[in-house]
Protein backbone atom coordinates (compact mmCIF):
# COMPACT_ATOMS: atom_id res chain seq x y z
CA UNK A 1 0.00 0.00 0.00
CA UNK A 2 0.96 3.35 -1.28
CA UNK A 3 0.75 6.09 1.15
CA UNK A 4 1.99 9.93 1.00
CA UNK A 5 2.18 12.62 3.58
CA UNK A 6 2.48 15.92 2.10
CA UNK A 7 3.24 19.15 4.13
CA UNK A 8 4.55 22.82 3.21
CA UNK A 9 1.21 24.73 2.91
CA UNK A 10 0.25 27.91 5.07
CA UNK A 11 -1.07 31.29 4.92
CA UNK A 12 1.41 33.84 3.43
CA UNK A 13 0.59 37.06 1.53
CA UNK A 14 0.93 38.18 -1.76
CA UNK A 15 4.70 38.09 -3.35
CA UNK A 16 5.27 35.32 -0.85
CA UNK A 17 6.80 31.74 -1.58
CA UNK A 18 6.37 28.38 -0.15
CA UNK A 19 7.24 25.00 -0.73
CA UNK A 20 5.47 22.04 -1.08
CA UNK A 21 6.87 18.49 -0.19
CA UNK A 22 4.85 15.31 -0.72
CA UNK A 23 6.87 11.71 0.53
CA UNK A 24 5.51 8.47 -0.94
CA UNK A 25 6.00 5.51 1.18
CA UNK A 26 5.57 1.88 0.94
CA UNK A 27 6.38 -1.29 -1.21
CA UNK A 28 7.80 1.12 -4.05
CA UNK A 29 10.46 0.29 -6.37
CA UNK A 30 10.18 3.22 -8.53
CA UNK A 31 7.71 6.12 -9.36
CA UNK A 32 7.29 7.27 -13.44
CA UNK A 33 5.10 10.20 -12.46
CA UNK A 34 4.70 13.02 -9.62
CA UNK A 35 2.23 15.67 -9.29
CA UNK A 36 0.79 18.20 -7.86
CA UNK A 37 -2.81 19.69 -8.35
CA UNK A 38 -5.33 21.69 -6.98
CA UNK A 39 -8.61 22.82 -6.23
CA UNK A 40 -9.82 26.03 -5.24
CA UNK A 41 -13.87 26.65 -3.78
CA UNK A 42 -16.30 25.79 -6.98
CA UNK A 43 -14.08 25.26 -9.04
CA UNK A 44 -12.33 21.46 -10.50
CA UNK A 45 -9.12 20.04 -9.51
CA UNK A 46 -6.76 21.04 -12.04
CA UNK A 47 -2.95 20.25 -12.91
CA UNK A 48 -0.61 22.56 -11.55
CA UNK A 49 2.85 20.62 -12.52
CA UNK A 50 4.11 17.17 -13.10
CA UNK A 51 7.62 15.56 -13.31
CA UNK A 52 8.55 12.36 -14.84
CA UNK A 53 10.98 10.22 -13.61
CA UNK A 54 13.74 11.15 -15.84
CA UNK A 55 13.12 14.41 -14.26
CA UNK A 56 11.44 16.39 -17.45
CA UNK A 57 8.57 18.67 -15.69
CA UNK A 58 5.84 20.89 -17.27
CA UNK A 59 3.12 23.38 -16.06
CA UNK A 60 -0.10 24.71 -16.50
CA UNK A 61 0.23 27.83 -18.08
CA UNK A 62 -0.84 30.40 -14.98
CA UNK A 63 2.07 28.40 -13.05
CA UNK A 64 5.17 29.11 -15.63
CA UNK A 65 7.77 30.76 -14.19
CA UNK A 66 6.83 31.15 -10.74
CA UNK A 67 6.63 27.49 -9.50
CA UNK A 68 9.07 24.64 -9.88
CA UNK A 69 8.40 21.02 -9.61
CA UNK A 70 11.09 18.63 -8.77
CA UNK A 71 11.62 15.64 -6.76
CA UNK A 72 14.21 13.22 -5.39
CA UNK A 73 13.97 9.78 -6.26
CA UNK A 74 15.95 8.36 -3.65
CA UNK A 75 13.82 9.55 -1.20
CA UNK A 76 10.51 8.75 -3.27
CA UNK A 77 9.75 12.86 -2.46
CA UNK A 78 8.12 15.46 -4.73
CA UNK A 79 8.85 18.92 -4.16
CA UNK A 80 6.76 22.13 -5.70
CA UNK A 81 8.61 25.10 -4.87
CA UNK A 82 5.92 28.31 -5.34
CA UNK A 83 7.19 32.00 -5.76
CA UNK A 84 5.47 34.89 -6.67
CA UNK A 85 2.50 33.61 -5.16
CA UNK A 86 -0.66 35.21 -5.98
CA UNK A 87 -4.81 35.07 -4.63
CA UNK A 88 -5.55 33.53 -6.78
CA UNK A 89 -3.50 30.27 -6.09
CA UNK A 90 -5.54 30.02 -3.10
CA UNK A 91 -6.43 26.24 -3.02
CA UNK A 92 -6.00 23.23 -1.69
CA UNK A 93 -2.91 21.32 -3.22
CA UNK A 94 -2.80 17.56 -3.93
CA UNK A 95 0.13 15.76 -4.05
CA UNK A 96 -0.18 12.42 -6.91
CA UNK A 97 1.66 10.00 -7.61
CA UNK A 98 1.18 7.29 -11.02
CA UNK A 99 2.69 4.37 -12.90
CA UNK A 100 4.60 2.89 -9.48
CA UNK A 101 5.89 -0.69 -9.68
CA UNK A 102 5.85 -2.13 -6.17
CA UNK A 103 8.84 -4.23 -5.01
CA UNK A 104 6.58 -7.22 -5.64
CA UNK A 105 6.38 -6.51 -9.43
CA UNK A 106 2.91 -4.78 -9.16
CA UNK A 107 1.91 -1.92 -10.84
CA UNK A 108 -0.40 0.44 -9.38
CA UNK A 109 -1.95 3.72 -10.48
CA UNK A 110 -2.97 7.35 -8.73
CA UNK A 111 -2.18 7.17 -5.76
CA UNK A 112 -3.29 10.94 -3.60
CA UNK A 113 -2.19 12.60 -0.97
CA UNK A 114 -4.72 14.33 1.75
CA UNK A 115 -4.14 17.84 0.43
CA UNK A 116 -2.79 21.22 2.15
CA UNK A 117 -4.18 24.60 1.80
CA UNK A 118 -2.40 26.90 0.22
CA UNK A 119 -3.95 30.76 1.50
CA UNK A 120 -2.36 33.57 -0.47
CA UNK A 121 -3.99 37.06 1.26
CA UNK A 122 -3.86 40.41 -1.05
Known amino acids: QVQLVESGGGLVQAGGSLRLSCAAS????????MAWYRQAPGKQRELVARITNGGFPSYVDSVKGRFTISRDNAKNTVYLQMNSLKPEDTAVYYC????????????????WGQGTQVTVSS
Open 96 to 111: NVDQITTLEGRYEYAH
Open 26 to 33: GSIRSINV
